[in-house]
Nanobody
Framework: QVQLVESGGGLVQAGGSLRLSCLAS????????MGWYRQAPGKERELVAQ???????IYKDSEKGRFAISMDNAKTTVNLQMNSLKAEDTAVYLC?????????????WGQGTQVTVSS
C-alpha cells in the first residue's frame, strides 16, 4: 500500500510564507506525478500545482508567481513553497500522487493539512 503524509501547514499572516511537504511511502514502483489540491469550506476541491516525475509543472493561473512546486530526486517528496499568502488561500491542502504500485497506476491522497492565512 502507498501512503502520503503531509506536513508544513499552519497559521500565517497575510503576506507571509509557508512550505508544505508531502512524503510518499510504501510499495512504489514509479511515480507519474505529484501535486497539491486545496479545498476551502463550501468550495470545490481545486488543483493548486502539479509536477511530473520529468519535472513538468502545472499551476492554477492565480498562483503562478506566488507558489512554486518541486520534487526531490527520489521522486517521493513534493514540496509547495507558498509566498505572499492571502486570506483567500485559507484551505485544507491535500497532497495527490499518481503512483504505480503493483500492476496498476492509481491516485493516492493524503489526509490534508490546514493552511490559515489571517488578514
Amino acid at each position: 500500500q502507498v501512503q502520503l503524509v503531509e506536513s508544513g501547514g499552519g497559521l500565517v499572516q497575510a503576506g507571509g510564507s509557508l512550505r508544505l511537504s508531502c512524503l510518499a511511502s510504501g510499495k512504489i514502483i514509479s511515480v507519474g506525478h505529484m501535486g497539491w489540491y486545496r479545498q476551502a469550506p463550501g468550495k470545490e476541491r481545486e488543483l493548486v500545482a502539479q509536477i511530473t516525475s520529468g519535472g513538468r509543472t502545472i499551476y492554477k493561473d492565480s498562483e503562478k508567481g506566488r507558489f512554486a512546486i518541486s520534487m526531490d530526486n527520489a521522486k517521493t517528496t513534493v514540496n509547495l513553497q507558498m509566498n505572499s499568502l492571502k486570506a483567500e488561500d485559507t484551505a485544507v491542502y491535500l497532497c495527490n500522487a499518481r503512483i504505480l504500485s503493483g500492476v496498476l497506476w492509481s491516485d493516492y491522497w493524503g489526509q490534508g493539512t490546514q493552511v490559515t492565512v489571517s488578514s
